[in-house]
Protein backbone atom coordinates (compact mmCIF):
# COMPACT_ATOMS: atom_id res chain seq x y z
CA UNK A 1 0.00 0.00 0.00
CA UNK A 2 1.71 3.31 -1.46
CA UNK A 3 0.28 6.23 0.36
CA UNK A 4 1.65 9.66 -0.42
CA UNK A 5 0.69 12.87 2.21
CA UNK A 6 0.43 15.57 0.50
CA UNK A 7 1.30 18.72 3.00
CA UNK A 8 3.12 17.08 4.76
CA UNK A 9 5.25 19.41 6.37
CA UNK A 10 2.06 21.90 7.02
CA UNK A 11 0.21 21.73 10.48
CA UNK A 12 -2.48 19.44 9.32
CA UNK A 13 0.19 16.89 7.60
CA UNK A 14 2.01 16.71 10.50
CA UNK A 15 -1.27 15.03 12.27
CA UNK A 16 -1.87 13.26 9.16
CA UNK A 17 1.25 11.44 10.01
CA UNK A 18 0.56 11.03 13.42
CA UNK A 19 -3.22 9.62 13.22
CA UNK A 20 -1.75 7.31 10.59
CA UNK A 21 1.01 5.62 12.56
CA UNK A 22 -0.97 5.71 15.94
CA UNK A 23 -3.45 3.56 13.75
CA UNK A 24 -1.28 0.90 12.65
CA UNK A 25 -2.35 2.18 8.91
CA UNK A 26 -1.16 -0.47 6.79
CA UNK A 27 1.64 1.43 4.73
CA UNK A 28 4.55 -0.33 2.84
CA UNK A 29 5.31 2.95 1.18
CA UNK A 30 5.46 6.40 2.40
CA UNK A 31 5.71 9.44 -0.42
CA UNK A 32 5.47 12.43 1.75
CA UNK A 33 4.67 15.59 -1.12
CA UNK A 34 5.28 19.44 -0.12
CA UNK A 35 5.29 22.68 -1.99
CA UNK A 36 8.97 23.18 -4.30
CA UNK A 37 10.06 24.98 -1.04
CA UNK A 38 9.98 22.50 0.87
CA UNK A 39 11.20 19.82 -1.04
CA UNK A 40 14.30 17.93 0.21
CA UNK A 41 13.05 18.12 3.94
CA UNK A 42 13.02 15.48 6.22
CA UNK A 43 9.63 14.53 8.16
CA UNK A 44 9.70 11.22 10.71
CA UNK A 45 7.48 8.36 10.69
CA UNK A 46 7.50 5.63 13.20
CA UNK A 47 10.88 6.24 13.53
CA UNK A 48 12.65 6.47 10.29
CA UNK A 49 13.47 9.93 8.09
CA UNK A 50 11.77 10.19 4.97
CA UNK A 51 12.64 12.72 2.11
CA UNK A 52 10.14 15.35 1.19
CA UNK A 53 9.08 15.07 -3.03
CA UNK A 54 7.26 17.30 -5.05
CA UNK A 55 3.99 16.53 -6.29
CA UNK A 56 4.82 15.57 -9.89
CA UNK A 57 7.45 12.86 -8.69
CA UNK A 58 4.77 11.86 -6.28
CA UNK A 59 2.24 11.25 -8.96
CA UNK A 60 4.71 9.52 -11.00
CA UNK A 61 5.12 6.25 -8.13
CA UNK A 62 1.38 5.98 -8.73
CA UNK A 63 0.34 5.86 -4.98
CA UNK A 64 -2.74 3.86 -4.39
CA UNK A 65 -3.93 6.50 -1.83
CA UNK A 66 -3.09 10.27 -1.44
CA UNK A 67 -4.20 12.28 0.88
CA UNK A 68 -4.44 16.03 0.51
CA UNK A 69 -3.93 18.80 2.83
CA UNK A 70 -2.28 21.63 0.69
CA UNK A 71 -5.15 24.45 -0.54
CA UNK A 72 -7.92 24.35 -2.65
CA UNK A 73 -5.57 25.51 -5.52
CA UNK A 74 -3.30 22.13 -4.90
CA UNK A 75 -5.99 20.52 -4.72
CA UNK A 76 -7.88 21.44 -7.87
CA UNK A 77 -4.57 21.27 -10.24
CA UNK A 78 -3.01 18.03 -9.09
CA UNK A 79 -6.04 15.54 -7.67
CA UNK A 80 -7.01 14.91 -11.35
CA UNK A 81 -3.79 14.21 -12.00
CA UNK A 82 -3.18 11.91 -9.13
CA UNK A 83 -6.98 10.04 -10.10
CA UNK A 84 -5.81 10.10 -13.55
CA UNK A 85 -2.98 7.12 -12.58
CA UNK A 86 -5.16 5.12 -10.34
CA UNK A 87 -4.82 6.96 -7.27
CA UNK A 88 -7.63 7.21 -4.98
CA UNK A 89 -7.92 11.16 -3.75
CA UNK A 90 -8.70 12.11 -0.48
CA UNK A 91 -9.36 15.69 -0.24
CA UNK A 92 -8.88 18.00 2.98
CA UNK A 93 -9.65 21.28 1.21
CA UNK A 94 -12.87 22.95 0.17
CA UNK A 95 -11.90 22.60 -3.60
CA UNK A 96 -14.47 19.48 -4.15
CA UNK A 97 -16.92 19.74 -1.39
CA UNK A 98 -19.68 21.08 -2.91
CA UNK A 99 -18.92 19.46 -6.18
CA UNK A 100 -22.31 16.94 -7.06
CA UNK A 101 -19.53 15.01 -8.68
CA UNK A 102 -17.88 14.30 -5.67
CA UNK A 103 -18.95 12.32 -2.42
CA UNK A 104 -18.68 14.36 0.81
CA UNK A 105 -17.60 11.95 3.42
CA UNK A 106 -18.12 10.86 7.09
CA UNK A 107 -17.20 7.53 7.51
CA UNK A 108 -19.62 7.21 10.26
CA UNK A 109 -22.63 8.44 8.20
CA UNK A 110 -22.37 7.82 4.84
CA UNK A 111 -19.21 5.70 3.85
CA UNK A 112 -21.73 3.14 2.08
CA UNK A 113 -21.72 5.68 -0.65
CA UNK A 114 -18.18 5.00 -1.83
CA UNK A 115 -17.36 2.88 -4.72
CA UNK A 116 -14.52 2.21 -6.42
CA UNK A 117 -15.23 4.71 -8.83
CA UNK A 118 -14.92 7.79 -6.74
CA UNK A 119 -11.19 9.07 -7.16
CA UNK A 120 -11.51 12.06 -5.60
CA UNK A 121 -13.43 12.02 -2.20
CA UNK A 122 -13.86 14.98 -0.21
CA UNK A 123 -13.34 15.10 3.41
CA UNK A 124 -15.98 18.17 5.32
CA UNK A 125 -14.72 21.17 6.63
CA UNK A 126 -13.80 21.06 10.19
CA UNK A 127 -16.58 22.07 12.06
CA UNK A 128 -19.27 20.60 9.87
CA UNK A 129 -17.66 16.90 11.12
CA UNK A 130 -18.23 17.40 14.94
CA UNK A 131 -21.72 19.29 13.63
CA UNK A 132 -23.26 15.87 11.34
CA UNK A 133 -21.64 13.31 14.02
CA UNK A 134 -23.97 14.70 16.31
CA UNK A 135 -26.88 15.38 14.32
CA UNK A 136 -26.82 12.34 12.37
CA UNK A 137 -28.38 9.89 14.89
CA UNK A 138 -30.76 13.10 16.12
CA UNK A 139 -31.91 13.56 12.88
CA UNK A 140 -32.58 9.62 11.71
CA UNK A 141 -34.79 10.05 15.09
CA UNK A 142 -36.48 12.53 14.56
CA UNK A 143 -36.18 14.60 11.65
CA UNK A 144 -34.30 18.03 11.87
CA UNK A 145 -36.10 20.98 10.27
CA UNK A 146 -34.17 23.99 11.42
CA UNK A 147 -30.36 24.83 12.89
CA UNK A 148 -28.64 27.71 14.03
CA UNK A 149 -25.36 27.53 14.76
CA UNK A 150 -22.45 29.29 16.37
CA UNK A 151 -18.72 28.48 16.27
CA UNK A 152 -16.20 29.16 18.82
CA UNK A 153 -13.10 28.10 16.35
CA UNK A 154 -9.52 27.70 17.11
CA UNK A 155 -7.10 29.55 15.71
CA UNK A 156 -5.24 26.36 14.48
CA UNK A 157 -7.73 26.09 11.90
CA UNK A 158 -6.36 28.76 10.35
CA UNK A 159 -2.83 27.36 10.59
CA UNK A 160 0.85 28.52 12.04
CA UNK A 161 0.29 31.56 11.16
CA UNK A 162 -2.27 32.10 13.34
CA UNK A 163 -0.66 30.33 15.81
CA UNK A 164 2.32 32.52 15.36
CA UNK A 165 0.18 35.50 16.28
CA UNK A 166 -1.34 34.48 19.22
CA UNK A 167 2.36 34.23 20.73
CA UNK A 168 3.74 37.14 19.38
CA UNK A 169 0.66 38.86 20.69
CA UNK A 170 0.79 36.63 24.01
CA UNK A 171 4.63 37.94 25.04
CA UNK A 172 4.38 41.31 23.81
CA UNK A 173 6.14 40.74 19.89
CA UNK A 174 5.04 43.05 16.48
CA UNK A 175 5.59 39.82 14.61
CA UNK A 176 3.29 38.96 11.21
CA UNK A 177 -0.04 38.83 11.31
CA UNK A 178 -2.87 36.04 10.12
CA UNK A 179 -5.81 38.17 10.95
CA UNK A 180 -6.95 41.81 10.27
CA UNK A 181 -7.32 42.09 14.34
CA UNK A 182 -5.63 41.31 17.64
CA UNK A 183 -6.54 37.71 18.42
CA UNK A 184 -5.63 37.72 21.87
CA UNK A 185 -7.51 38.42 24.44
CA UNK A 186 -9.98 38.86 21.48
CA UNK A 187 -13.24 37.02 19.63
CA UNK A 188 -13.10 38.39 15.71
CA UNK A 189 -16.95 37.02 14.22
CA UNK A 190 -14.41 36.59 10.98
CA UNK A 191 -13.59 33.03 9.75
CA UNK A 192 -12.75 33.05 6.26
CA UNK A 193 -13.74 35.66 4.03
CA UNK A 194 -17.19 37.69 3.43
CA UNK A 195 -19.20 36.47 1.39
CA UNK A 196 -21.72 38.68 -1.32
CA UNK A 197 -24.41 37.47 1.00
CA UNK A 198 -22.68 39.23 4.38
CA UNK A 199 -21.93 35.42 5.55
CA UNK A 200 -18.14 34.55 5.75
CA UNK A 201 -17.27 31.19 3.74
CA UNK A 202 -17.02 29.49 6.61
CA UNK A 203 -20.79 29.98 7.83
CA UNK A 204 -21.43 28.95 4.75
CA UNK A 205 -19.83 26.29 4.50
CA UNK A 206 -22.24 24.92 7.58
CA UNK A 207 -25.12 25.81 6.04
CA UNK A 208 -24.77 23.80 2.74
CA UNK A 209 -22.34 20.92 3.71
CA UNK A 210 -24.31 19.40 6.48
CA UNK A 211 -27.34 18.89 3.45
CA UNK A 212 -25.49 17.80 1.06
CA UNK A 213 -23.75 14.88 4.41
CA UNK A 214 -27.31 14.11 5.32
CA UNK A 215 -28.53 14.13 2.28
CA UNK A 216 -31.60 15.99 2.85
CA UNK A 217 -31.60 19.79 1.30
CA UNK A 218 -35.02 20.60 3.42
CA UNK A 219 -32.99 21.34 6.69
CA UNK A 220 -32.64 24.90 7.25
CA UNK A 221 -29.60 26.32 8.53
CA UNK A 222 -28.39 29.67 10.07
CA UNK A 223 -24.58 30.07 11.08
CA UNK A 224 -22.19 32.68 12.51
CA UNK A 225 -18.53 31.42 12.79
CA UNK A 226 -16.10 33.10 15.52
CA UNK A 227 -12.65 32.95 15.73
CA UNK A 228 -11.23 32.96 19.32
CA UNK A 229 -7.52 32.59 21.25
CA UNK A 230 -7.95 28.82 21.68
CA UNK A 231 -5.51 26.35 20.44
CA UNK A 232 -7.29 22.59 21.73
CA UNK A 233 -10.35 22.67 18.99
CA UNK A 234 -13.47 24.17 18.06
CA UNK A 235 -16.51 24.75 19.98
CA UNK A 236 -20.12 24.80 19.03
CA UNK A 237 -22.85 26.69 20.09
CA UNK A 238 -26.42 24.38 18.56
CA UNK A 239 -29.87 25.30 18.30
CA UNK A 240 -31.87 22.33 16.84
CA UNK A 241 -35.82 22.18 16.06
CA UNK A 242 -36.89 18.63 14.95
CA UNK A 243 -40.15 17.59 13.13
CA UNK A 244 -41.34 15.26 15.82
CA UNK A 245 -41.27 14.72 19.64
CA UNK A 246 -38.54 14.16 21.72
CA UNK A 247 -37.20 13.78 25.21
CA UNK A 248 -33.72 15.18 26.72
CA UNK A 249 -32.42 11.48 28.51
CA UNK A 250 -33.92 9.82 24.95
CA UNK A 251 -31.32 12.51 23.06
CA UNK A 252 -28.65 11.75 25.60
CA UNK A 253 -29.02 7.96 25.39
CA UNK A 254 -28.91 7.79 21.67
CA UNK A 255 -25.68 10.14 21.43
CA UNK A 256 -24.09 8.20 23.98
CA UNK A 257 -24.34 4.76 22.11
CA UNK A 258 -23.55 6.68 19.13
CA UNK A 259 -19.44 5.69 17.67
CA UNK A 260 -17.31 8.37 17.91
CA UNK A 261 -19.05 10.29 20.70
CA UNK A 262 -18.75 11.05 23.91
CA UNK A 263 -21.46 12.77 26.46
CA UNK A 264 -20.13 15.08 29.01
CA UNK A 265 -23.10 16.10 30.40
CA UNK A 266 -23.79 16.19 34.63
CA UNK A 267 -23.68 20.38 35.34
CA UNK A 268 -23.89 18.87 39.34
CA UNK A 269 -20.26 18.22 38.82
CA UNK A 270 -19.23 20.93 36.15
CA UNK A 271 -18.82 18.06 33.55
CA UNK A 272 -19.52 19.42 29.73
CA UNK A 273 -17.00 19.67 27.00
CA UNK A 274 -14.04 22.16 26.54
CA UNK A 275 -11.53 22.27 24.12
CA UNK A 276 -8.40 22.18 26.57
CA UNK A 277 -9.65 18.45 27.02
CA UNK A 278 -10.62 17.40 23.75
CA UNK A 279 -7.35 18.42 22.14
CA UNK A 280 -5.11 15.55 21.01
CA UNK A 281 -8.72 13.53 20.56
CA UNK A 282 -10.68 11.70 18.27
CA UNK A 283 -13.94 11.74 19.50
CA UNK A 284 -16.64 14.53 19.37
CA UNK A 285 -17.68 15.46 22.92
CA UNK A 286 -21.30 17.10 23.32
CA UNK A 287 -23.07 18.44 26.59
CA UNK A 288 -25.30 20.21 27.82
CA UNK A 289 -27.71 18.79 26.42
CA UNK A 290 -31.20 20.63 27.36
CA UNK A 291 -35.09 21.61 25.98
CA UNK A 292 -34.85 25.23 24.23
CA UNK A 293 -37.94 26.39 26.58
CA UNK A 294 -38.99 29.15 23.80
CA UNK A 295 -39.49 26.93 20.89
CA UNK A 296 -41.88 23.62 20.34
CA UNK A 297 -39.53 20.29 19.54
CA UNK A 298 -35.91 22.16 19.92
CA UNK A 299 -32.71 21.63 21.71
CA UNK A 300 -29.76 23.28 22.57
CA UNK A 301 -26.77 21.34 22.19
CA UNK A 302 -22.57 22.21 23.06
CA UNK A 303 -20.38 20.25 20.62
CA UNK A 304 -16.20 20.62 20.94
CA UNK A 305 -14.05 18.87 19.13
CA UNK A 306 -10.18 18.49 18.14
CA UNK A 307 -10.28 20.39 14.79
CA UNK A 308 -6.95 18.99 13.61
CA UNK A 309 -8.19 15.55 14.18
CA UNK A 310 -11.80 13.92 13.57
CA UNK A 311 -12.20 17.25 11.87
CA UNK A 312 -9.33 16.93 9.65
CA UNK A 313 -6.53 14.10 9.89
CA UNK A 314 -8.48 11.82 11.48
CA UNK A 315 -11.56 11.18 9.48
CA UNK A 316 -9.66 11.32 6.22
CA UNK A 317 -7.55 8.37 7.81
CA UNK A 318 -11.11 6.95 8.59
CA UNK A 319 -12.09 7.20 5.26
CA UNK A 320 -8.81 5.57 3.63
CA UNK A 321 -9.67 2.38 5.94
CA UNK A 322 -12.98 2.14 4.84
CA UNK A 323 -11.79 2.26 1.09
CA UNK A 324 -9.15 -0.69 2.14
CA UNK A 325 -11.28 -2.67 4.69
CA UNK A 326 -14.03 -2.55 2.01
CA UNK A 327 -11.42 -3.41 -0.85
CA UNK A 328 -11.89 0.05 -2.48
CA UNK A 329 -8.89 0.69 -3.38
Known amino acids: MKVAVIGATGMVGNIMLEVLAERNFPITTLIPVASERSVGKKINYKGAAFTVIGMQEAVNLKPDIAIFSAGGNTSLTWAPKFAEVGT?????????????????????????ELTKDDKIIANPNCSTIQLVMTLAPLHKKYGIKRLIVSTYQSITGTGVKAVQQLEDEYNGVDGNKAYPHQIHKNALPHCDVFEANGYTKEEMKLVREPQKILNDRSIAITATAVRIPVVGGHSESVNIEFENHFTVDEVRAILQNTDGITVQDDVDNNLYPMPIYAQGKDDVFVGRVRRDESQENSLNLWIVSDNLRKGAATNAVQIAEYLITHKLV
Open 88 to 112: TVIDNSSAWRMDASKKLIVPEINAS
